[in-house]
């Protein structure tokens, strides 16, 4: 399987500065071809860049597209990536004290949606898909309307939901 890796970069965090190198070495040590988007593409929020993000990948031929968010630091040993064929997310037990809070705004502002209990609230910093998995995606990020609340976060976890995707977590570890 063939993997393609996509970042978005902007401004000017000494953070991003710092991090994004490692990304860039991991993906040319492992000869992964990695597209670096920014925020210049009309979005409401730089992050829906995500949505040209898994365009470009099914308009290509890469089996799987994995997203990694520019401040998130890839270790020199880090390995090949473990594609699967389903959406993946990463995630750690800081994030998932938001399941609560994000249920409740979910439902407020798009009523009653099946399988959001069963769903992990999860960080969009670090995930991937297969091609048929993204499809289902992409419809549904298109199709939900964009409401912010802590960053992207909330509305992205509700569009995985929605999407029905057949989902998997990642073996690796994000965040706090």
Same mark, same amino acid.
């Given at each position: 399987?063939?993997?393609? %890796?996509?970042? =978005?970069?902007?401004?000017? /965090?000494?953070?991003?500065? !710092?991090?994004?190198? *490692?990304? /860039? ?9 990695? *597209? @670096? ?8 929020? #730089?992050? =829906? ?6 365009? &470009?990948?099914?308009?290509? +031929? ?5 997203? $990694?968010?520019?401040?998130?630091? @890839?270790?020199?040993?880090?390995? $090949?990536? #473990? ?23 979910? !439902? ?11 769903? /992990?609230?999860?960080?969009?910093? $670090?995930?991937?898909? /297969?091609? *048929?998995?993204? &499809? ?8 939900? !309307? ?14 995985? %939901? &929605?999407? +029905? ?12």
């Amino acid at each position: 399987m063939q993997l393609e %890796v996509h970042t =978005l970069r902007f401004g000017n /965090d000494p953070i991003i500065a !710092e991090r994004s190198p *490692t990304l /860039d070495q991991w993906c040319e040590r492992h000869q992964y071809p990695l *597209t @670096v988007w920014d925020n210049s593409h009309g979005h409401q929020t #730089p992050k =829906l860049v995500q949505m040209d993000m898994l365009e &470009k990948f099914l308009k290509g +031929k890469s089996d799987v597209m994995l997203y $990694v968010d520019a401040d998130v630091f @890839v270790r020199a040993d880090a390995p $090949v990536f #473990p594609m699967t064929k389903a959406f993946c997310a990463a995630t750690d037990r800081w994030h998932t004290m938001h399941n609560r809070f994000w249920r409740e705004w979910s !439902e407020k502002n798009y009523g009653e949606i099946a399988g959001i209990s069963e769903w /992990d609230y999860f960080n969009a910093g $670090v995930w991937s898909c /297969d091609r *048929t998995n993204a &499809k289902k995606l992409l419809a549904t990020m298109r199709g939900t !309307e964009f409401i912010e609340k802590y960053q992207e976060q909330h509305w992205f976890n509700t569009c995985v %939901v &929605k999407s +029905k995707v057949k989902t998997q977590r990642l073996p690796i570890v994000t965040g706090k």
